[in-house]
């Protein structure tokens, strides 16, 4: 059966094994205690399980999908892992759902793979580890269609660690259950160590009941997929497609939307500009339209200008 499915349900099912593997790594490198930290930049710290986990991940897809373009944030990654770190096998459950018309039959060259083998590093680094997830976002042409979000350090109620959370537009979501956000409250998540100026003027335009900054966008994501805010502002050039192709995939599976501050989406085509200038804007259960024209005009034209 998985010699002759389509080829985004192959890629997905190898993904969510993957990002399960990728998973195991992030953890391994926290309990032997020596993280490897280097600064890429402000705010950007890399580790070694970023590294070991974008190695595994990217390994482990361009194996199994050789003509598929893929873009890791660590950069060029060596192919040669060791087996252990070689995911061959592909998420049998996944696998036996049907796959929606519009992606029957994309090609192999029709795909981009973003992935981000470590989101939230800043907060791995620090002891927050519940904000990490691993992110395989899968674009067909232009578009962000299919998400994996992996929470290394998520306990299940059997004392388990880790969850898989996938998206697939025309399909729908697995591994979690979805929770409206609280009526007659406006709760917005946003970003914990990137703020500036216009960001804050971009906040302060929302009546909002309560802000939550938390870690990462995959994280972000996941507090609208609960429940727990209605809307994710982030008014500043801060991320990358690497950061949102996956959440934006898995959110719009859903039924939510995820666009810049201008309710633009962006484009993930190979050749794109890695940064997302205009920021970003996500909700679930909310006129999305309304929400960005409540970003002064000002804000929305300043965010970005080159």
């Not at 897809?61 to 060029?76: D, H, M, Q, S, Y």
């Not at 996941?222 to 898995?250: I, M, N, R, S």
Request: charge should be negative; proline fraction near 5%.
């Amino acid at each position: 059966m998985a010699a002759t499915a389509p080829v985004i349900m192959r890629v997905m099912a190898s993904s969510i094994s993957t990002a399960k593997r990728a998973g195991g790594i992030i953890r391994d490198v926290l309990k032997k205690g020596d993280l490897g930290i280097v600064d890429k930049g402000k705010n950007d710290p890399q580790t070694e399980a970023d590294r070991s986990a974008q190695r595994c991940i990217i390994a482990s897809l361009a194996k199994k999908f050789p003509t598929v373009k893929i873009i890791g944030e660590e950069g060029g990654s060596d192919l040669n892992v060791c087996d252990d770190w070689l995911v061959t096998e592909l998420d049998e459950g996944f696998l036996q759902q049907s796959c929606p018309a519009e992606w029957k039959d994309a090609k192999p060259e029709d795909f981009v793979i973003w992935v981000d083998p470590l989101d939230g590093t800043a907060e791995y680094t620090q002891g927050h580890v519940e904000h990490v997830t691993v992110l395989i976002g899968i674009a067909v042409k232009d578009a962000a269609v299919g998400g994996i979000i992996h929470q290394p350090f998520y306990k299940q109620p059997d004392g388990e660690l880790g969850r898989t959370i996938w998206g697939l537009k025309g399909l729908g979501t697995g591994g979690f259950t979805a929770v409206p956000a609280p009526p007659g409250q406006f709760i917005i998540t946003t970003t914990r160590s990137h703020s500036n100026a216009l960001h804050q003027q971009a906040l302060n335009a929302f009546a909002s009941t309560e802000v939550l900054k938390v870690g990462g966008a995959g994280f972000k994501v996941l507090q609208l997929l609960e429940g727990k805010a209605h809307a994710y502002v982030f008014a500043t050039p801060g991320c990358k497609k690497w950061d949102t192709c996956a959440p934006e995939a898995v959110l719009e599976a859903q039924g939510g939307t995820l666009t810049n501050i201008n309710g633009e989406h962006y484009a993930y085509h190979a050749d794109v500009e890695h940064v997302n200038r205009q920021g970003v804007l996500a909700s679930l259960g909310q006129n999305h339209a309304e929400l960005v024209e409540k970003i002064p005009a000002e804000v929305r034209a300043a965010v970005g200008a080159k």
